[in-house]
Structure formats: structure tokens, C-alpha cells
């Protein structure tokens, strides 16, 4: 349950923040300075793309080299990015950010079925949006893979005058909320700061989204005819909760090819809203689920690096960018005690970091609770949302490989072959010269022997018999009845070591690759050749560093498809 403890202490202004954080001059006293900058340039990278050299980042922060340096060290000691070579490169850890908005916000997880429900039986993609001040957020995508395919992801900001929920969020918005619209409107009239969408020399002017607000409040559903892009229509409808108050827009989005605006409106309108009164059934009767709070010792470790690095990391950056993580799943909203109490932190110390992410716009607060905004999102989430299992694997796999100077390699399972959707080699003479795409009978590899080993005995019978083992050396194993013991010991091992059943003098080690629900999906391995190692030195040097390389795949596999769907390739 959400703690109510308040204390006099507790209250901070209630003010939400300016769009981008205020001028100099509206700075709080007591706000973090390096937490400021940190964000900046964890917002900087995120507008980027998720990578930039420190000396882009210093170009576009205004900040000292030096002081990009020690907020990316500092970063990177987190685990949010990677200094890899000249670049910084967003990590897929950072999305616990937005996965602790996300969490908080319930939406994704029990709406999201429904939004998959309704893509399936329109065959159109359906989104999930939230307002954010005077634009609109994206909180689930459910797209349909076509040649002409949404490409807007989760955490993508929208002007709101641009897009079917921006009318319905426009519906509630005071005198105040307008006032800031036009004043960004002014400031910036072809919407260049939304990057997410092409700027228009010719945007609606504010009589014509003050008449598509109208008809929203009226209607109670809202059209975007082309306004984000020639071909693009959607239409949305508010979803509300038990006390009548918008939680989100669901939107079905189509393309000009398949749809009209108003064939659009025929067509979706009432499965729309039958879909919209299921999940507004569902907020209504799904239990708020219990907080589970288990501080990390944080004092003890930001401590500990400040040791190990000395003036490289900054303990009030990774302090401030912690307490954003206070929030989740039961705890939507937390008072000052309780969210130091989340992130093990003095009560002086997130005091501080909330004044600043008050400010920011990325936390607000009322009566004393604090809350997370949409805002959070587009501090990496964007770009790392879109990350695909070889994408988040690669730099484990280019680590290993450094480590253990043998080539590495990512495969899934495709029926009875393994195929190889990532691959890291290092420069040897006598090297194992494989491709990304190279595909192989699962029964002769290591890779496709964990794969086998994880599924059903039923499914892993029917794919060994499909495969009509055949032997490729003289080594290969090729009775079904003794490679069915052989993945029951693989399965108990949680590893498999092939040597020279694929190819003579081949020797491969492979662990499997497990989501969030523990399913293996993928494979790694080493590769050798005989001559570099006994197998008894490769199950001694080389398979604990193997497991630990997938330990991080599988850390940052959880992170990133927690609120998204990772692809395999």
C-alpha cells in the first residue's frame, strides 16, 4: 500500500515543473547540481539515438569535458551506459527507470493484453498513451508488421495537437495548461523539439485544435486525419477509472492505404469501444498489488566506488538517479520517508533529489506524495526499447571474447537448426569461420543442445525425430535414444560441450539464454579449436566466464523486456 506517513518535512511544492526544467533563476536552492547535469546528458544521448562522444555531449550540454567525464564514468559505474571505445552508449539497465514509472502507472501491465487483443482482431496497431503536460507519451505499442508499419516506441513524445489523445487529454485542461501550449507553440511552432515526429511548416493552429477539442468532449472519441504524417489516421478513445478520470488514450492506428478517417471511424469504432469498456472493467476490478521493498545497500556501495574512482564518480548523481526507482509496482506514490526508505538513503539526501526532479518535471508532488511522471521515459527509454536480443548481446559477447580470446556466438532455435543471430571472431590464423545467419543441425552443436534440453519432453522428442540425426564426423552422435540421455544431462548440467561432432578439431561450449519467466530463448557459446584447450580446462577457464557473460545478457534481457517485446533477431 502506498505509505502515508507524511510528516511537516515531507511537503514540497506542488508544482510540477517546467516543460524542460526552468530558467537559472527558478533553480530550487537546494537542488542537486550534478544530478541536474547528469540528466541533462542522459537526455542529451537519448535525443541522440542512445550514443554520442564525450565530445558531442559537451557540445550539446555547454559542460566542462571534464565534468562530462565524470558523469559518464559515474554512469557508467551504474550499469546506464557503456563507454565503449570514443563513445558513450546507453545500456539497456537504464530502462529501470522507466520500468519503475511503467510498474507505478499499472497501465502496460493490465491493459497491454487488451491492446494485443484488439491489434489482433482489428489487424491494425493499437497504442497506449498518457498525457505529459501540453504532448503525449506512449506507454504500449501492439503494431502490426506490414511494409508500411508504426514506428513510434514506447516513451516517444507527441505535440498534443498533433495526435487523436491529445484531444481528449486537451478536454481537462485548465486556462494554465492552455497558456503553456501557446507559449511552447510560440517558441516553437513547427514542433521541432518533438522528435519523434517531422516537423510541419504548416501546423494546426490553435482555433483548429480548440474545434478537435471540442468535438472530443462532445463525442467522447478523437480522429487524427494526417496530422502527424501524409497517409497516417488514428482514432482514440479515453480510458477512464472507477471516479471517472482519464487514465490513458487507446488508439488504432492505420494507414491511408487500408483506411480513411472515416471509414476508419466506421470500421473500429465499435470494437474500440467494447475493448475500452473491458479495460476499464479491468482497472476497476484488478487488486493493487502489495509493495515489495527490499533497500539495497546503497550508502555502502556508492561509498565504495567513490573509493575505488575518487573524483571520476559523483555519489549525489547515482544517490539522486536511485530514488526514481523508489517507485513501482504498490507504490504509485510514496511520501519523503518513504521513498528514502525504498532507496536506503538519509531522509536529507532524497529530499534533495525529489526538490530536483520536482523541478525537473520528472517527479510531482501533491499533499505531501510524490509521484512519477511520464516524463521519466525519455530518459533513455526511446531508443533502448527498440533493442533486439543480438543488439543487447553483442557487447557481452565482444567482452567474453577479450576475456577469453576465442570467438562468441548468439544462435536461437528455428525447428531442428540453430541459426546464429550474433557473432563476435578474433583474429587467429586458425579461426572458426562462422556468419551471422549460418545455420546448423541442432543435435551436433552445443547451442542447439542446451535449446533442445530446455524445451518439453514431448516437443524435444518430436524436433530429434524430425531431425534424422546424421553424422557429419566420425564423432557426431546420432542415436536418438542416446542423444535424448545426453540433453537430460545437459538439461541437469545447465551447459552442453560438443567436441568435433560438427566439424573435426571443433570444440564448443554453450549455456542457455533465459527471460524474465526463465524460457530459454537463446544460446551462447565459445568456440575453439581442440588444440587450444583440454575440455577439462575449457569447463574450468572458460565456461565460468561463459555463464557470467550471459548473467549480464540476461540482466539486461530483463530490463528491456519487461515493458516491451525484445526480438529474437
Not at 27 to 53: F, N, Y
Not at 257 to 283: D, F, I, N, W, Y
Request: proline share 7%; aromatic share 4%; with cysteine.
Amino acid at each position: 500500500m502506498p505509505d502515508t506517513n507524511t510528516t511537516a518535512d515531507d511537503a514540497l511544492p506542488a508544482d510540477g515543473g517546467p516543460a524542460v526544467g526552468g530558467p537559472a533563476d527558478d533553480l530550487p536552492a537546494e537542488a542537486v547540481g550534478p544530478l541536474l547535469r547528469g540528466v541533462d546528458v542522459l537526455r542529451r544521448l537519448t535525443d541522440a539515438g542512445g550514443r554520442l562522444s564525450p565530445g558531442d555531449l559537451v557540445r550539446s550540454t555547454g559542460l566542462a569535458r571534464s565534468t562530462v567525464d565524470r558523469v559518464t564514468q559515474t554512469l557508467a559505474r551504474m550499469g546506464y551506459l557503456r563507454l565503449d571505445g570514443r563513445d558513450a552508449a546507453l545500456t539497456p539497465r537504464l530502462m529501470e527507470l522507466g520500468n519503475a514509472y511503467l510498474a507505478a502507472l499499472r497501465v502496460p501491465g493490465l491493459l497491454g493484453p487488451h491492446a494485443e487483443h484488439l491489434a489482433d482482431a482489428l489487424d491494425e496497431s493499437v497504442s497506449l498513451a498518457v498525457p505529459d503536460r501540453d504532448g503525449i507519451r506512449f506507454v504500449h505499442q501492439s503494431t502490426r508488421r506490414r511494409a508500411m508499419s508504426l514506428s513510434f516506441r514506447i516513451g516517444d513524445l507527441l505535440p498534443a495537437e498533433r495526435t487523436a489523445p491529445g484531444a481528449l487529454f486537451a478536454t481537462d485542461w485548465d486556462e494554465a495548461a492552455w497558456a503553456r501550449w501557446r507559449k511552447r507553440r510560440t517558441a516553437d511552432p513547427q514542433g521541432l523539439g518533438f522528435l519523434a515526429v517531422p516537423p510541419l511548416e504548416d501546423t494546426p493552429d490553435e482555433a483548429h485544435f480548440a474545434e478537435r477539442t471540442r468535438w472530443a468532449r462532445e463525442q467522447g472519441w478523437a480522429l487524427d486525419d494526417q496530422l502527424i504524417e501524409p497517409g497516417l489516421v488514428a482514432l482514440a478513445l479515453p480510458v477512464r477509472d472507477a471516479a471517472g478520470r482519464p487514465v490513458c488514450a487507446v488508439s488504432v492506428v492505420s494507414h491511408t492505404s487500408r483506411h480513411s478517417a472515416a471509414s476508419l471511424r466506421k470500421t473500429v469504432l465499435p470494437q474500440l469501444r467494447l475493448a475500452v469498456g473491458e479495460m476499464e472493467k479491468e482497472l476497476r476490478e484488478s487488486p493493487v498489488e502489495e509493495a515489495v521493498t527490499s533497500p539495497a545497500p546503497l550508502a555502502s556501495w556508492t561509498s565504495a566506488s567513490k573509493q575505488e574512482l575518487g573524483a571520476g564518480f559523483v555519489e549525489s548523481l547515482a544517490r539522486g538517479l536511485t530514488v526514481l526507482t523508489a517507485f513501482g509496482a504498490g507504490r504509485p506514490e510514496l511520501t519523503l520517508t518513504g521513498v528514502a526508505q525504498a532507496c536506503g538513503l538519509a531522509r536529507a539526501t532524497a529530499r534533495r533529489a525529489l526538490i530536483t526532479f520536482v523541478h525537473l518535471g520528472y517527479v510531482e508532488a501533491r499533499d505531501g506524495m510524490f509521484r512519477p511522471t511520464p516524463r521519466v521515459l525519455g530518459l533513455g527509454f526511446p531508443p533502448l526499447s527498440r533493442l533486439s536480443l543480438p543488439q543487447i548481446a553483442e557487447p557481452h559477447l565482444a567482452a567474453l571474447a577479450q576475456r577469453v580470446h576465442d570467438s562468441t556466438s548468439l544462435s536461437v532455435l528455428t525447428g531442428t537448426e540453430i541459426q546464429y543471430t550474433a557473432r563476435v571472431a578474433t583474429s587467429r590464423v586458425m579461426n572458426v569461420n562462422i556468419t551471422v545467419g549460418t545455420r546448423f543441425p541442432a543435435y551436433a552443436t552445443s547451442m542447439g543442445r542446451v535449446l533442445l534440453a530446455d524445451l518439453p519432453e514431448g516437443e524435444r522428442a518430436a524436433l530429434l525425430a524430425a531431425s534424422a540425426p546424421q553424422a557429419l564426423t566420425p564423432r557426431t552422435r546420432t542415436s536418438v535414444e542416446e542423444l535424448t540421455a545426453l540433453l537430460e544431462q545437459v538439461r541437469e548440467d545447465r551447459y552442453a560441450m560438443t567436441d568435433g561432432e560438427l566439424e573435426e578439431g571443433l570444440r564448443s561450449v554453450a549455456v542457455p539464454v533465459r527471460d524474465r519467466t526463465g524460457v530459454a530463448v537463446a544460446a551462447v557459446n565459445v568456440a575453439m579449436h581442440s588444440s587450444r584447450r583440454t575440455a577439462a580446462e575449457v569447463r574450468t577457464e572458460v565456461l565460468p566466464a561463459l555463464r557470467s557473460a550471459v548473467a549480464g545478457i540476461e540482466g539486461d534481457l530483463a530490463q528491456a523486456g519487461r515493458f516491451t517485446r525484445t526480438t529474437a533477431c
